[in-house]
T-cell receptor, first 111, second 112 residues
Framework: QKEVEQDPGPLSVPEGAIVSLNCTYS??????FMWYRQYSRKGPELLMY????GNKEDGRFTAQVDKSSKYISLFIRDSQPSDSATYLC???????????FGRGTSLIVHP | DADVTQTPRNRITKTGKRIMLECSQT?????MYWYRQDPGLGLRLIYY???????NKGEISDGYSVSRQAQAKFSLSLESAIPNQTALYFC???????????FGNGTRLTVT
């Protein structure tokens, strides 16, 4: 079992839908949680960064961390075709901070 | 200009050739990383460096070497390229206070 599990998709939704992307993990020492968005032929760009449990909102994006269930989510409201990309979750422990990445979920938002 | 610049963007080489991928950054970060990305496998860490005199192997370092020439420059070498090193390679940086990594736009390497 990988330390971080993420369904590769693809996840296809109509424009305007609420999208839910998820990752599970096995290492209870993870404290830092990130979501990256990667467009085709581009590098991953940091979307959301949270420490420990709880929610964080930024515009149409909300990140949730449930450490008791070892489960993190990214919600996208009012999804747009421009949100079509691969979304990678990542998490790390204190100390070295080196993140462990999920395999990424491919999201397609069709008009 | 990009904060993390990788050169070349694309490279095709033959089996057995030595090649170097280069990365430079203007973010002023101490830490630099090299990852490879393969379809279905996600991002895997090859090498990382926490400062100029610190080099560490990642989970898949065999067949690769690195050089940290300066705080802003970190290069990845394939001494004798083989076809299963065909992949997308990313350089990333971070500061010492937290994990978020900042990535370059990658080098697409094809070994024939």
């Amino acid at each position: 079992q990988k330390e971080v599990e993420q369904d590769p998709g693809p996840l296809s939704v109509p424009e305007g839908a609420i999208v839910s992307l998820n990752c599970t993990y096995s290492n209870s020492a993870f404290q830092y949680f990130m979501w990256y968005r990667q467009y085709s032929r581009k590098g991953p760009e940091l979307l959301m960064y949270t420490y420990s449990s709880g929610n964080k909102e930024d515009g149409r994006f909300t990140a949730q961390v449930d450490k008791s269930s070892k489960y993190i989510s990214l919600f996208i409201r009012d999804s747009q075709p421009s949100d079509s990309a691969t979304y990678l979750c990542a998490m790390s422990q204190g100390g070295s901070y080196i993140p462990t990445f999920g395999r990424g979920t491919s999201l397609i938002v069709h008009p | 200009d990009a904060d993390v610049t990788q050169t070349p963007r694309n490279r095709i080489t033959k089996t057995g050739k030595r090649i170097m991928l280069e990365c430079s950054q203007t973010k002023g970060h101490d830490r630099m990383y090299w990852y490879r990305q393969d379809p279905g496998l996600g991002l895997r860490l090859i090498y990382y460096s926490f400062d100029v005199k610190d080099i560490n192997k990642g989970e898949i370092s065999d067949g690769y070497s690195v050089s940290r020439q300066a705080q802003a420059k970190f290069s990845l070498s394939l001494e004798s390229a083989i076809p299963n090193q065909t992949a997308l390679y990313f350089c990333a940086t971070s500061d010492s206070t937290g994990p978020p990594l900042h990535f370059g736009n990658g080098t697409r390497l094809t070994v024939t």
